[in-house]
């Protein structure tokens, strides 16, 4: 357990010595998946054999790579929002993906990650990808925008509302659109688009990105989007210009506080559609924008750990790197994501992808670096990002008043092996069960394959049951061979999904 910066502790021989509280950073990518990262690659047989990630390679192979780390869900909103709260987010019906005019999802009284690291001292940021709401439903986006990322604890923020492909296409700073003309004023809109103005439809000669479902509505540098936008031109932002808009603001952050313990949410947009890299990465990979995206996502976090390096950070900074949900190739826009694919499978063998209850709806790249105290080693335990914030409370002397999200410090630092026991997987309010070895999937009506995005959600008529030691890609469906083992499982998921005393430990 770590106490506040440069507070004073008396040792038995009465002598004092300072601690240090450390910086706590996480890196969070998007759409990421658990086959997108060379350092992976000798994990699996499958490998990411078309792309080279030299920078997030540096971090897992000098820290602690996991081998069965999860986020929550195969989506984002669901997934931050239990890295946040510390809860599961099929216990709020809301936690769903949002559309960029939702009200914020986060209620202003529940205790957060943030408010947390606030309480112990720290100055709390998030930059990048926010997705978890904003304002109470009817947002002025010309004023001062409330409640917000400031209202459930971040001291500093710097976002986008909601996902790179959904209006508003504009960054928010404490509350504010940066950059907006008083004179031209935004109007935000999820169900009718404003008279005059032009969408992929009615326009199409304005794109530059031809869309595949869904992302029809208002045209923005040449892309069309979810949703309706009017105004508000000045302040848009530039798609091949995020990667180096967010990451500065991350990098002024870390500068601007190193002198104090900070926590730093950075939420980086790659490799979510629209895949739009930086001239500077354009080709640099075979796979055309899917595979640049990452390659410049890479840079982004060797460039940032360069600078938690200049600033003489690294031996005092926890980092934490994750995606919030398994990969998609085509997930709305016509990119050659599936044509340029090649040899590389982003699931690296494991079945499914975003939106699915299969394995690699939820597990994802997973790796901790902190200089001179994780020892570099690859971990099987099984860990999830809903164990964030019982972690990180348990390394600044927090108390963790959370429901669902248990202490494993000394997993996510390499002391332990002893990770989770069992964990609910989620994919658009639908729930499964992992535990040890073993995955449940309860019956759900719906379709098998998401055809629009080419995905097996993992829905059927029967139960389904898996070893995953013996069956990683999920081929086999065990549960009419094992019923015992399914009857086990059943009961253990029945208990917790409907309900359980905190006290007894029932949780998984």
Request: hydrophobic share 35%; with cysteine; charged share 20%.
């Amino acid at each position: 357990m770590f106490l506040s910066c440069k507070q004073e502790t008396k040792t038995t021989d009465t002598t004092t010595m300072e601690v240090e509280k450390p910086n706590v950073v996480i890196l969070y990518l998007d759409d990421l998946g658990y086959g997108d990262l060379s350092s992976y690659g000798d994990l699996s047989s499958y490998g990411a054999t078309e792309l080279q990630t030299p920078h997030i390679d540096a971090l897992a192979k000098e820290g602690l790579r996991f081998t069965n780390g999860y986020a929550t869900s195969a989506t984002c909103t669901p997934s931050r929002y239990a890295i946040l709260t510390g809860s599961y987010p099929w216990r709020n019906k809301d936690a769903k993906i949002l559309p960029g005019t939702a009200p914020l999802l986060i209620s202003t009284e529940q205790q957060t990650l943030p408010k947390m690291f606030d309480a112990e001292g720290y100055h709390t940021a998030v930059v990048g990808k926010w997705h978890l709401g904003l304002g109470t439903g009817h947002v002025n986006w010309n004023e001062h925008i409330s409640p917000g990322p400031n209202e459930v604890g971040f001291d500093y923020s710097h976002i986008m509302a909601a996902t790179h492909d959904r209006v508003p296409t504009v960054y928010i700073e404490d509350g504010r659109v940066v950059g907006l003309d008083p004179n031209d004023p935004i109007e935000v809109s999820y169900s009718e688009n404003f008279k005059g103005e032009p969408t992929a439809i009615s326009n199409p000669e304005l794109l530059k990105m031809k869309w595949h479902h869904g992302h029809n509505n208002s045209v923005v540098n040449g892309i069309p989007r979810i949703g309706f936008m009017k105004g508000g031109e000045a302040a848009k932002w530039k798609d091949d210009q995020m990667a180096d808009h967010f990451l500065k603001k991350a990098q002024d952050y870390v500068k601007a506080h190193k002198n104090e313990p900070f926590f730093l949410y950075f939420g980086l947009q790659q490799p979510h559609v629209p895949r739009t890299p930086s001239p500077r990465f354009v080709g640099k990979s075979t796979m055309g924008p899917c595979g640049d995206v990452i390659l410049e996502a890479d840079w982004v976090i060797g460039e940032f750990m360069n600078t938690l390096k200049e600033e003489g950070l690294l031996e005092n900074t926890l980092v934490i790197f994750s995606s919030d949900n398994g990969p998609v190739l085509n997930d709305g826009y016509y990119d050659q994501a599936v044509e340029k694919i090649g040899k590389h499978d982003p699931n690296a063998g494991l079945k499914g992808g975003k939106y699915s209850l299969f394995e690699a709806g939820t597990r994802v790249p997973f790796i901790t670096y902190w200089k001179g105290r994780i020892q570099p080693k690859v971990s099987d335990a099984m860990v999830s990002q809903l164990d964030f914030y019982g972690s990180l409370a348990s390394l600044i002397g927090a108390e963790n008043n959370t429901l669902d999200s248990k202490d494993l410090l000394p997993v996510l630092l390499g002391d332990s092996k002893q990770g989770r026991e069992a964990l609910i997987m989620e994919a658009a309010s639908r729930t499964a069960l992992r535990k040890g070895k073993w995955v449940m999937i309860p019956p759900y009506n719906g379709l098998a394959i998401n055809k629009q995005v080419n995905i097996e959600l993992g829905n059927t008529s029967e139960y389904q049951l898996y070893n995953l030691f013996k069956d990683e890609g999920q081929k086999d469906n065990l549960a009419t061979l094992k019923p015992g083992k399914l009857k086990e499982m059943i009961e253990y998921y029945e208990r917790v999904i409907g309900g359980f005393d905190i006290s007894q430990g029932s949780n998984p």
